[in-house]
Structures are given as structure tokens and as C-alpha cells.
């Protein structure tokens, strides 16, 4: 059974980064995309992007110029940097697999909370 | 991109039927046959029901099924139960940006 975890930072200080890993556990991330969706208190989803173990992204067009995703084939874990954050940024970000690069996402993390605040 | 339009909330009574809307445009719904629709329960994880508009991942009960027309796909669930009282958010692709995804505002069920 594939699983998901999210770790990383709570909570970040406006304009600076925020980072996040997925641990995938019980499958290889080399033969799927993965993605980072969000989550705004009390608001709908919001893709962030996906990536696939060759290096090619995809990004959310209103997201590009802060977002960049990693993988790490030799750790099965992929990761999220956002820069530049402000409070618009607070959400539950979740990281989901992407089968076959198509726009449905069949296993997803549990969530984690980042909450962006001085 | 923008998001899909879904009802902000529908409802129904045990063992009806309901159907909930999700209406984009010629850019993502309407170009494509790759909708597919999540459940989420509070404070958990959205769930797949459906993918490639009608095609059900293996455990999501036969009573959840949909379709497409023009820029508009359908979630129909049938014979609803209280486990059923949900948000539910459908998505597509976008021909806006490269692979790109879009999610509809999301509709929250309630079961009278």
C-alpha cells in the first residue's frame, strides 16, 4: 500500500521560504509525477505542481516564479520550495500521486498544516 | 487559471438522488475527457472517486458516477447516506499551461 507523509516547518515568518518534504513509502516515486496541492482554511483545492524523477516540472502558472519541486530517487521523497511567502500562503499543503502524468490523483498525504505568520 | 464552478452546497435525504455540477470552458472541461471528482471529509485527506469522468478507482461504491457535456461534468450519487455529508471538488485539465490541473470552489453535501 503506497504512503504519503508530509513533514516540515509549522510555521514560517513572511518572506521567507517555505520548504516541504513527502516520504513515499511502499512504492517507487521513479515511476509516477507527484504533486503538491493545497489548501487554505475553509477554501477549495489549489494544485501547486507536479514532477517527474527526469527533472521535468510542471508548475501552477500563478505559482511559478516561487515555486520549485524536487525529487530525491535514492531517498523516495519529493520536495516543495516556496519563496517569498506572505499569509495568502497559509494552508494545508498536501503532496498526492499522479498517475501516468494525467490530472487525477490517486494516493494522497495525511496534510500539514504551514501557517505563515511573524 | 481559474478555478471550475461548482454549487456552493446541495442536499439531500437519505436514499435520494443528487447530482452536483462542475462547469468550466473550451480550455479544460470542454477540451478534454479527463475529469475526475474527490470526496473530503473534515479534517481529512480528499479521497478519488472518479477519474476520465466516469471511471471509478478500485473501492469507491458503484453509486457514485459521472459525466460530461460541453463544458460541464456531473457527480451523480445515488442512494445517499449520512457518510456521504462531504465537500466534494472536481478538476481537468487546462490547456492553459503545460499539464496543467484545475479544481473546481468545491460543494459541500449535506444529508437531511
Known amino acids: 500500500q503506497v504512503q504519503l507523509q508530509e513533514s516540515g516547518p509549522g510555521l514560517v515568518k513572511p518572506s521567507e521560504t517555505l520548504s516541504l518534504t513527502c516520504n513515499v513509502s511502499g512504492g517507487s516515486i521513479s515511476d509516477y509525477y507527484w504533486s503538491w496541492i493545497r489548501q487554505a482554511p475553509g477554501k477549495g483545492l489549489e494544485w501547486i505542481g507536479r514532477g517527474f524523477i527526469s527533472g521535468v516540472t510542471y508548475y501552477n502558472p500563478s505559482l511559478r516564479s516561487r515555486v520549485t519541486l524536487s525529487l530525491d530517487a535514492s531517498k523516495n521523497q519529493f520536495s516543495l520550495r516556496l519563496n517569498s511567502v506572505t499569509a495568502a500562503d497559509t494552508a494545508v499543503y498536501y503532496c498526492?500521486?499522479?498517475?501516468?502524468?494525467?490530472?487525477?490523483?490517486?494516493?494522497w498525504g495525511q496534510g500539514t498544516l504551514v501557517t505563515v505568520s511573524s | 487559471q481559474s478555478a471550475l464552478t461548482q454549487p456552493a452546497s446541495v442536499s439531500g435525504s437519505p436514499g435520494q438522488s443528487i447530482t452536483i455540477s462542475c462547469t468550466g470552458s473550451?480550455?479544460?472541461?470542454?477540451?478534454?475527457?479527463?475529469v475526475s471528482w474527490y470526496q473530503q471529509h473534515p479534517g481529512a485527506a480528499p479521497r478519488l472517486l472518479l477519474y476520465d469522468v466516469n471511471d471509478r478507482p478500485s473501492g469507491v461504491s458503484h453509486r457514485f458516477s459521472g459525466s460530461k457535456s460541453g463544458n460541464t461534468a456531473s457527480l451523480t450519487i445515488s442512494g445517499l447516506r449520512t457518510e456521504d455529508e462531504a465537500d466534494y471538488y472536481c478538476n481537468s485539465y487546462t490547456s492553459t499551461s503545460p499539464l496543467g490541473v484545475v479544481f473546481g470552489g468545491g460543494t459541500k453535501l449535506t444529508v437531511l
Open positions: 473550451a480550455t479544460d472541461i470542454g477540451g478534454y475527457s479527463f
Open positions: 498526492a500521486r499522479n498517475p501516468h502524468g494525467s490530472n487525477w490523483f490517486d494516493y
